[in-house]
């Protein structure tokens, strides 16, 4: 604020009088502002047509927890002053962009909000959550997550290492790239520059800036929040090797438009790229080489002398040193699929030096030759380790591993040490006499049943699945606790009469009747972490008594704390108390997932109630408890 580039200013709010809160900009819904999209849009952006977004802009704003029409209240906050910053961050971006090699989109995206004109940016929220504010004015708001977050790229630092100005205060000696989705780029580009830039102090600025457009699944986008696709605990149950996704992702990175991720494709360049290509062409050549002495060279790579010499060899020589130039200059200007692609080409024309060679005949027709061949083809093995190393680490360990190399001091392709000039002779990468590992298989096939078993398994949304998954296991749990159970009668039934000798007594299911169960709809007054344990919310609800109660619900994992607050839920209100984590939940609260329709928007707690009625039958078959 000492440098002017901070102001404070009032503005208008949307607030939610059934919440009784200003809301976070994503938890307000309404329609795009922008005529030419008008699509369903959340109060920080339009993932339609990517515009940024200020929640009082949204036509027919809704409160997302209450469904009701919040309204504009003034609030005051501190902006960060863009438009006094202008000039030093157009000279930024000028000279950056080009120097930078920045990719085409995020030009884009940042000219046009420069054409658009800069306007103060409000960088402080009404919100409980979040990094509060360091003034005493401002002690009950916090920073708005992209002001702050981007700051944490130099905190993070700073608590790894107390050297961390030797990172970010040293832009002669340090190049910062990042790379992101187009979605975040204005925040890299425009804010966080003009938040160091506005500091006066001398700081490593981003240099270079890889964006991509967005990956979509099968028919639909891809969305975290809405639980669209494949993601990272998805790829982990299918038992497919990082190493595959990595390449597939990669492979099909939507560098300059679109792209799609189908099942289908994964499959084809798994079974064609991976399998076929480059496991095979590497299998080939250390599985020969293994071979014991008269079939092959005992694990031992033979010795090559003249192999310049050799017309075939010759040739694959000087392709290998034509793709590696591509390569260097794809990766230097952060074409990572180009780089990708040009490793792979590599593989490829191994494969047809092998096939053309014909090396099982000149094992015995012309011995030279073929341990030119042999020789040539392991340091190619070689070669596609070190390449193909930042898109496949682990694959790339294994190779070295084969070929009895340490990664550590073996996965190198230094400018310095002339190991790149060894691209025109790839025979020289290995010496001859080394000996080399065992060979093992790198890749398996991924056949047609496991792709329709992925297709169907994740047809839904992630939302969907792990919720089913909860909510079985969390109906089960109930439906086990309500046999053992009996319902309270607040306190005014009297004790049963002992039965007569050799009588059996009811169980449980026999004593639960719909007439039993007292259900009512309560309303959440306040929501808050569970002290002592992270799946649990302990709420205060309004059930219409004298004061609320207190309700224990394993609700984390499913709705965010923010959207508990002044939510209705049904209650089962006459269930005895039962201390959950060393706190007594005075009631439980219920729910079911709808069928075909994500949790938790259509849900209200964490029971799956329709589940639990196929589990304990004497319960009743609620069609609907939300």
């Known amino acids: 604020m000492e440098n002017n580039w901070l102001t404070e200013n009032t503005m208008q709010q949307l607030y939610c009088d059934t919440c009784q809160k200003f809301l976070a900009d994503r938890l307000v819904e309404g329609t795009c502002p922008n005529k030419v999209c008008n699509a369903s849009a959340r109060g920080d952006q339009c993932e339609t047509c990517s515009t940024l977004l200020n929640p009082t802009e949204l036509i027919d704003p809704k409160c997302k927890v209450c469904k009701n029409t919040p309204r504009i209240r003034d609030t005051d906050h501190l902006f960060l002053e863009l438009p006094l910053l202008r000039d030093k961050l157009v000279n930024y971006i000028n000279e950056t962009s080009v120097a930078g090699l920045w990719s085409q989109n995020a030009i884009q995206a940042t000219n046009a ?19 509060p504010v360091p003034h005493e004015k ?34 002669d000696n340090v190049e ?101 290509n480059l496991g095979n062409f590497i299998n080939r050549v250390l599985s020969f080489v293994a071979k014991p002495a008269g079939a092959g060279y005992g694990s031992v790579v033979p010795d090559a002398p003249n192999a310049g010499a050799h017309t075939l060899t010759k040739t694959l020589a000087e392709k290998t040193s034509k793709w590696v130039e591509q ?5 230097e200007k952060v074409k990572l699929k180009q780089g990708l692609k040009s490793a792979m080409g590599i593989s490829s024309d191994g494969n047809a ?70 691209a025109k002779t790839p025979w020289n990468f290995v010496p001859a006499g080394h000996r080399i590992g065992k060979p093992a298989p790198l890749f398996k096939e991924l056949k047609d049943e496991d792709v329709a078993l992925h297709r169907e398994k994740y047809a839904g949304s992630q939302a969907e699945r792990s919720s089913k998954a909860a909510a079985d296991a969390e109906a089960n749990k109930v439906a086990n606790q309500l046999k053992g159970t009996k ?104 729910a079911r997932a709808r069928r075909g329709r994500s949790w938790p928007p259509s849900c209200t707690a964490t029971v799956s109630w329709w589940r639990a009625t196929e589990m304990c039958p004497s319960l009743p078959r609620l069609e609907s408890a939300g």
Request: with cysteine.
């Open 327 to 331: 390569y260097l200059d794809a990766m």
């Open 487 to 590: 319902l309270s009668d607040g306190g005014t039934k009297k004790e049963p009469k002992k039965q007569s000798g050799g009588s059996k007594s009811k169980t449980a299911e026999a004593d639960i009747t719909v007439a039993k169960l007292d259900i009512r709809v309560g309303l959440i007054r306040k929501a808050e972490k569970h002290p002592d344990a992270d799946s649990l919310y302990v709420e205060e609800i309004d059930v219409g008594e004298d004061a609320p109660r207190t309700v224990v619900s394993g609700l984390v994992k499913f709705i965010p704390l923010e959207e508990m607050q002044s939510r209705k839920v049904c209650v089962l209100c006459n269930l005895k108390p039962v201390a959950m984590r060393g706190i007594k939940s005075h009631a439980m609260v219920l």
């Open 353 to 422: 030096y092998l096939q053309e060679s014909q090396f099982w005949k000149l094992y015995k027709e012309d011995p030279a030759a073929c341990a030119i061949v042999m020789k040539t083809s392991v340091g190619l093995v070689y070669l596609l380790a070190c390449l193909l190393e930042p898109f496949m680490p682990s694959f790339s360990d294994e190779v070295l591993r084969q070929l009895n190399l340490s990664p550590e001091e073996n996965l190198s392709l230094s400018e310095e040490k002339g190991e790149i000039a060894k």
């Open 176 to 276: 910062l790239f990042q790379f992101m989705g187009k979605d975040n780029v204005p925040f890299h580009t425009i804010m966080f520059p003009s938040t160091l830039l506005g500091t006066g102090e001398k700081w490593t600025m981003m240099k270079t800036i890889s964006v991509t457009e967005y990956l979509n699944y099968e028919a639909g986008k891809f969305s975290k929040s809405k639980g669209i696709g494949v993601f990272g605990n998805d790829a982990k149950d299918t038992n497919i090797p990082p190493e595959v996704w990595r390449y597939y992702l990669l492979m099909n990175r939507p560098e300059a438009s679109d792209t799609l991720f189908t099942w289908a494709d994964l499959q084809a360049k798994l079974n064609s790229e991976l399998l076929n």
């Open 138 to 171: 401002y002690k009950d708001k916090v920073f708005y997550v992209w002001f702050d977050a981007p700051i944490g790229y130099v905190s993070i630092t700073a608590s790894y290492t107390p050297e961390w100005e030797k990172w970010w205060k040293n832009p």
């Open 113 to 131: 909000w420069l054409k658009e004109g800069l306007k103060p940016r409000c960088i402080t929220r009404d919100l409980k959550w979040g990094v």
